[in-house]
C-alpha cells in the first residue's frame, strides 16, 4: 500500500467530506487547538514562572505542578486530536502540494 492509496483513504473517510463541505467545522477545529495550544504553554509559564519566583504563590512548587499536570496533558492531548482531525479533512492536498514543490524544485 502506497503513502497515496492511504492518503486517498483518509480523504475519503466520512469525518473528512464533513469538515471539508461544512463551512464552520475547519475553523471551529482551527480555533479549539489555538486555544488547546495556549492552555499548554500557558500551564508551562505558569510552572516556569513559580520556579523563577516571579509569580511566588504561597503552595509549593510540588503542589502547583500537581495541579497543573493534568490540564497540561489534557490540553496536549485535545491539541493532538484536534490537529489530526484537521489533517484529515486535507491530507491529499498536503501530500501533493509538497510534491509538487519538490517538482518544481528539481526543474530549476
Not at 22 to 36: D, Q, T
Not at 54 to 80: D, K, S, Y
Not at 82 to 102: D, G, H, Q, S
Request: glycine share 2%; aromatic share 10%.
Amino acid at each position: 500500500m502506497s503513502i497515496e492509496t492511504t492518503l486517498q483513504q483518509i480523504y475519503d473517510l466520512p469525518l473528512s467530506n464533513l469538515i471539508r463541505e461544512n463551512v464552520n467545522a475547519f475553523p471551529v477545529i482551527e480555533s479549539l487547538h489555538v486555544l488547546a495550544v495556549a492552555l499548554v504553554f500557558g500551564t508551562i509559564l505558569i510552572v516556569d514562572l513559580r520556579l523563577l519566583g516571579v509569580a511566588a504563590h504561597r503552595p509549593g512548587v510540588r503542589r502547583l505542578i500537581a495541579e497543573l499536570l493534568p490540564f497540561t496533558w489534557a490540553a496536549f492531548a485535545q491539541t493532538v486530536l484536534l490537529l489530526t482531525i484537521a489533517y484529515y479533512a486535507v491530507a491529499c492536498l498536503l501530500f501533493y502540494r509538497k510534491e509538487m514543490l519538490r517538482f518544481l524544485r528539481r526543474r530549476r
